[in-house]
């Protein structure tokens, strides 16, 4: 079955028809048993939407005789000339199959969506060499005003991901070695001593889905958005429980690191290496144990391994051909 992401990307059309073709595939793939009563208010608090573009989703749907009306109020996965036993349960994701973290409908602004897009193209660009970023060429390209594109800029240098001088362009990149290496020596002197301050104020119980997700990613090949959430969930939702809000803004500004990952990944097309997965889950491990000062000494070890990996990956990316940029991005 098709992702709610690729029914997104293959039709980008209004919500009720990306609804629409969700609930489609879920019906002819019989993923779902016949009988179950779909009901409008559970399927939009489930699509995180209102009720209208379910409605009319739903609407469709019968019109195409996948479901029947129930009862004057709601449907149910039937065709009309059929008796079926009504079956009332909760709609989740878990009874659609669907991914448990993912957004099924793209509810964000123009310019939240502007905003990832820019991020991935300019963490990209800054592997590859110094790059200017031309704010008018960039207006042009997502058909917005050049306030939406220089807000986006200025939200992204503080990430690190961008700098600007007074009077001069926007520029990123070059990513050097170096600049890894600083990356890690301050991630090196924080995060340890973050997580033996917020161990004892993390759930147990979700440390134990943290560490089972992780070992369900061994041998698989993950996208950008599963990547990055791995590496938050270690780096950034473990620590920030110890309350240094001054420290998770320097942690959220050393992204260098995960940049690299993702495009050597993202260009290799290949599973995650297990080495860092089972760093990761030893961890979570000791935090599970109560053990803080050795679950602090695992991080640490695990960031000098991963410095070491990234280098590496930063060389192997060195000699790949520039993957293709938009044209507002002009060498520099």
């Known amino acids: 079955m098709k992702s709610a992401q690729a029914v997104k990307e293959e039709t980008g059309s209004a919500r009720y028809e990306v609804i629409r073709q969700v609930l489609h595939n879920i019906l002819l793939q019989q993923r779902i048993p016949q ?7 559970p399927l939009a608090q489930l699509f995180g939407t209102s009720r209208v573009p379910v409605r009319r989703a739903l609407s469709l749907l019968h019109e195409e005789g996948l479901i029947a009306r129930f009862e004057g109020r709601g449907f149910i996965v039937a065709q009309d000339a059929e008796t079926v036993e ?14 448990e973290q993912q957004a099924l409908v793209d509810t964000r602004s123009s310019g939240e969506k502007v905003l990832e897009n820019l991020q991935i193209v300019l ?4 592997v590859f060499g110094c790059y200017q970023v031309d704010e008018q060429k960039a207006a042009q390209h997502y058909n917005i005003s050049r306030s939406v594109i220089r807000e986006s800029l200025m939200r992204l240098r503080d990430k690190g991901l961008v700098e600007k001088e007074p009077y001069s362009q926007w520029l990123t990149g070059p990513l050097t070695a170096r600049e890894i290496a600083d990356h890690f020596e301050i991630r090196a002197s924080l995060e340890p001593t973050a997580l033996r301050k917020a161990g004892q104020h993390l759930a147990v119980d979700w440390l134990t889905a943290s560490l089972e997700k992780t070992q369900r990613y061994k041998g698989k090949q993950l996208t950008a958005a599963e990547l990055e959430w791995l590496e938050e969930d270690l780096h950034v939702r473990c620590l920030e429980p110890a309350g240094n809000k001054l420290m998770m803004q320097i942690l959220r500004q050393n992204q260098s690191p995960f940049i690299v990952t993702r495009i050597f990944y993202d260009l290799l097309a290949i599973p995650v290496e297990t080495a860092m997965l089972e760093e990761h ?3 979570y491990e000791m935090l599970l144990k109560g053990n803080w000062d050795l679950a602090a000494a695992c991080l640490r070890d695990h960031l000098e391994r991963a410095q070491l990996r990234t280098l590496q ?3 192997v990316l060195s000699v790949l051909p520039v993957p293709e940029l938009p044209d507002f991005m002009e060498p520099h």
């Open 281 to 283: 889950c030893l961890v």
């Open 35 to 41: 009988g179950l009563v779909l009901l409008e208010g």
């Open 123 to 126: 963490s990209t660009a800054m």
């Open 86 to 99: 009504p079956i009332r349960i909760a709609l989740t994701r878990e009874l659609f199959g669907l991914d």
């Open 313 to 315: 990956r930063l060389k």
